[in-house]
């Protein structure tokens, strides 16, 4: 088996303080930056540490499903960018393009739903629009199809392909809301319900993907050191 070397004291004591250090400089940046744009846009600085339900004021359940939806991106996003690390460290390079780019993509959704990017952001610049929203997110898509699509093909596409059916089928009923001027009252409770399964899916598809590649790498990992102890490769 490959032995890896571990870090001296020294280091790891390095490392601890130097992360230490991100997360109180990181930490303060974001802080900072949210009390400024709370306050300069007429609200209290309190209210960007305050949950949903302490803001408004109402039910603990309040907009739980679009929090349990935030989570399901970030989680996503998080395991495909640390997969995407072990298969860089293990040498499989592109497993490893083909989980980080799927994980910056996914943490792109995650912050633009948290925090409304194509409602509040894309207004703000000349032409923005709902339309140049969807139109931004389908160059996004394409282009990942086009450079990845030899490793979408590979282990749960099925998965991937349905998911992204019905946050396509939500993206079309909120779009066609705002161009109708008219939104039926349970169009809003179909259209999150598309939501919220289709970044199940997407999530589903994270997990068996980053499963998939270090299954991979643990067989090759067991037939290397079988061969090295004088047994026969197993064949697949």
């Known amino acids: 088996m490959i032995e890896t070397q571990q870090p001296s004291l020294s280091q790891r004591s390095s490392t601890q303080w130097w992360a230490i250090a991100g997360v109180i400089t990181t930490s303060a940046l974001v802080i900072g930056g949210c009390v400024w744009s709370a306050t300069a846009g007429g609200e209290p600085a309190w209210v960007v540490f305050s949950d949903m339900a302490s803001v408004t004021f109402s039910h603990p359940l309040v907009s739980a499903i679009s929090s349990l939806a935030i989570m399901m991106w970030t989680a996503a996003a998080a395991i495909s960018l640390f997969a995407g690390a072990q298969a860089k460290r293990m040498g499989r390079n592109q497993e490893s393009r083909f989980l980080v780019m799927f994980g910056l993509l996914t943490a792109l959704l995650a912050l633009d739903d948290q925090f409304l990017l194509h409602e509040w952001f894309l207004p703000l610049l000349p032409f923005g629009s ?26 749960y596409p099925i998965v991937l392909l349905v998911g992204a059916l ?71």
């Not at 939104?183 to 598309?194: M, N, Q």
């Open 130 to 155: 709902q339309s140049l929203y969807v139109a931004l997110y389908a160059l996004l898509v394409v282009a990942f199809i086009a450079t990845q699509h030899s490793m979408l093909r590979r282990g």
């Open 166 to 236: 019905f946050l396509c089928g939500s993206v079309g009923l909120d779009t066609a809301g705002d161009m109708l001027g008219y939104r039926p009252p349970t169009a809003g409770l179909v259209e999150d319900t598309f939501k919220f399964i289709g970044i199940g899916l997407w999530l589903t598809y994270a997990i068996l993907t980053a499963w998939r590649c270090t299954q991979l790498d643990q067989r090759k990992t067991n037939s290397t050191a079988g061969l090295a102890m004088g047994q026969p490769e197993e064949k697949q």
